[in-house]
T-cell receptor, first 111, second 113 residues
Framework: QKEVEQNSGPLSVPEGAIASLNCTYS??????FFWYRQYSGKSPELIMF????GDKEDGRFTAQLNKASQYVSLLIRDSQPSDSATYLC???????????FGPGTRLSVLP | DAGITQSPRYKITETGRQVTLMCHQT?????MFWYRQDLGHGLRLIYY???????DKGEVPDGYVVSRSKTENFPLTLESATRSQTSVYFC????????????FGEGSWLTVV
């Protein structure tokens, strides 16, 4: 079992719809959870981070964390074509600064 | 605010040659990392460093060497490049404070022919 898993996609949604991206992790001691967006040919850039169970909203983005289920998700409301990218889930373990990345989910927002 | 800069951004080299990818950060972050990213594998950690003169292996260290004599620099050397090392290499850094995010450089595209 990989430490951080994501559906590879591609996930296609129409413009204006809600895109839902999911991530599961295996290390129960994980403390910090991050979502990065990566455009083709570019480096990953941080969208959101979440530390506590529940929801965290930032503009059109909502991160959801359920530590009991070892599950973190990212919702993108009112999806735009400019949201088309690969979304990487990252988990920071409880010890040290050891980030583990999922393989990413490719999102395509259709005009 | 320069952040993290990588050089060269693009490099073509021949099998067997030594190649060094440079990474420089201006934030004085304690931790620095080298990742490679390949289709189907995502980001894989090559080496990381918790501070100057402290380095440790990641998931895929074979064929690579790192050093960190100064906090701001973390070069990655391919001692004898192989075609399987054709990849995009990302340098990254983060402060020592738990919970902080990781920041990436722009990447170095390396092709080994």
């Amino acid at each position: 079992q990989k430490e951080v898993e994501q559906n590879s996609g591609p996930l296609s949604v129409p413009e204006g719809a809600i895109a839902s991206l999911n991530c599961t992790y295996s290390d129960r001691g994980s403390q910090s959870f991050f979502w990065y967006r990566q455009y083709s040919g570019k480096s990953p850039e941080l969208i959101m981070f979440i530390y506590s169970n529940g929801d965290k909203e930032d503009g059109r983005f909502t991160a959801q964390l359920n530590k009991a289920s070892q599950y973190v998700s990212l919702l993108i409301r009112d999806s735009q074509p400019s949201d088309s990218a690969t979304y990487l889930c990252a988990v920071n373990r409880a010890y040290g600064q050891n980030f583990v990345f999922g393989p990413g989910t490719r999102l395509s927002v259709l005009p | 605010d320069a952040g993290i800069t990588q050089s060269p951004r693009y490099k073509i080299t021949e099998t067997g040659r030594q190649v060094t990818l440079m990474c420089h950060q201006t934030w004085s972050h304690s931790y620095m990392f080298w990742y490679r990213q390949d289709l189907g594998h995502g980001l894989r950690l090559i080496y990381y460093s918790a501070a100057a003169d402290i380095t440790d292996k990641g998931e895929v260290p074979d064929g690579y060497v790192v050093s960190r004599s100064k906090t701001e620099n973390f070069p990655l050397t391919l001692e004898s490049a192989t075609r399987s090392q054709t990849s995009v290499y990302f340098c990254a850094s983060t402060p020592a404070t738990p919970g902080n995010t990781i920041y990436f450089g722009e990447g170095s595209w390396l092709t080994v022919v």
